[in-house]
């Protein structure tokens, strides 16, 4: 018997509809709890999409959900974020963006359409499906460079000052720059299909950016993320989508710039607190070029195929495959950095510390990745 079989022959995910009433008024009850009257409507709205034949997912294209879920997951995000972010501007929510010298990437009405629009390339291949990889890697880079052009606070050149001369001058940051953020928004979009494993990065990235800041908007953020995470995680029936994961992504890189442009946090601090999606990319790119296999081509070859199938062989249903598999690698790869900077066990700005810390985390994520290889790559017993 083939993994493949061995694994569907487990017994299926519970449909939507079929969600033990318990579980969903628990549901309906945390998410109503942490999120007021927008919590609960999101969480009706994803149900509701969820159990609608609109823009479903191959069940297979992952490799991981087998379960056809829908892809508007970051659609519901970004209408959660605009009400949270509208509601968050009328109540006492202090912002002291400013006065430590940090400029929110996602404030300025410049910033906010070229974030959308980058976010809108996902969408387009989410409803349409007929951009090449090259088209939507032209379209993302060029996106990327105009914003870093037109927005305060990405490109600080006094950041940079460790650079060689001829390096450190505009022309080349900016390019620099808007590589980095299209670069994550592939290695981003690459991590998607677990239950709350992009989706649980981002929330890390952004909390520990509000802890730092205190920005309105991130406050949004991290409100609309943490209710689709709820669902996510609960359910298996909705994830972000190209259109989630390339605005989520992309928003995390633009704010890890500017972070970084104020001088105050370590590069590497930044680095490791993204650091599943960037090593994982350089690994499955490392992979396929040595067996000359397309980089840009989807698979099933990525860390976190590998972890669900070694929880799918230890008698795990599907979701619950699906969203440990998310969560677990989340909560190593992001919140345990985050916690390290926030509680001061490292200092935000100790290059050679978060780059030793940075090391072991890329020793840790090749050795497991290999490890998990191996023993999906077993017989079955």
């Known amino acids: 018997m083939s993994l493949q079989q061995d694994i569907r022959n487990v017994e299926p995910a519970p449909s939507i509809a079929k969600l033990p009433l318990v ?107 007929n951009i090449t990889a090259s088209g939507r890697l032209a379209l993302v880079s060029i996106f990327s460079l105009l914003w870093v052009v037109i927005t305060p606070g990405a490109l600080q050149l006094e950041a940079f000052a460790w650079l060689p001369g001829p390096l450190a001058n505009e022309a080349v940051l900016a390019i620099a720059c808007a590589f980095i953020i299209t670069a994550f928004v592939n290695a981003g979009n690459m991590a998607d299909g677990a239950n709350g494993l992009l989706s649980g990065i981002c929330l890390a990235f952004f909390v520990f950016t509000f802890f730092e800041v205190s920005s309105q908007n991130i406050f949004a953020i991290i409100m609309a993320l943490t209710i689709f995470i709820f669902f996510n995680v609960a359910t298996g029936k909705i ?93 190593l790869s992001a919140v345990v950095p985050s916690v390290i900077a926030l509680t001061g066990v490292l200092g935000r700005g100790d290059t050679t510390a978060w780059l030793g810390y940075f090391i072991c985390y890329i020793i840790f994520h090749l050795a497991a990745s290999r490890l998990l290889k191996v023993v999906t790559e077993q017989p079955s017993g």
């Open 239 to 331: 994830f972000l989508g190209d259109f989630g994961s390339y605005g989520l992504s992309s928003g995390v890189a633009m704010t890890a710039l500017v972070l970084y442009g104020t001088g105050e946090y370590t590069m590497w601090l930044l680095a490791s607190i993204v650091s599943y999606p960037c090593v994982e990319l350089v690994r499955v790119f490392a992979a396929r070029a040595a067996r000359n296999v397309s980089p840009m081509q989807a698979g099933n070859d990525h860390t976190h195929n590998y972890l669900y199938r070694v929880c799918r062989r230890m008698g795990l249903g599907r979701v619950a495959a699906n969203s440990l598999t998310g969560c677990a690698i989340a909560t």
């Open 23 to 129: 579980g969903a008024v628990a549901l309906a009850i945390v998410s109503g709890l942490f999120g007021g009257v927008v919590g609960l409507l999101m969480v009706g709205v994803m149900w509701w999409i969820s159990s609608n034949p609109w823009v479903r997912d191959d069940p297979d294209s992952h490799g991981i959900s087998e379960q056809d879920s829908s892809r508007l997951g970051g659609f519901i995000i970004a209408v959660g974020y605009i009400v949270f972010a509208l509601l968050s501007s009328y109540q006492f929510l202090p912002s002291n963006e400013l006065s430590q010298g940090f400029v929110s990437p996602l404030v300025s009405p410049q910033s906010l359409v070229l974030w959308g629009l980058i976010a809108m390339v996902g969408m387009w291949d989410d409803f349409v499906s």
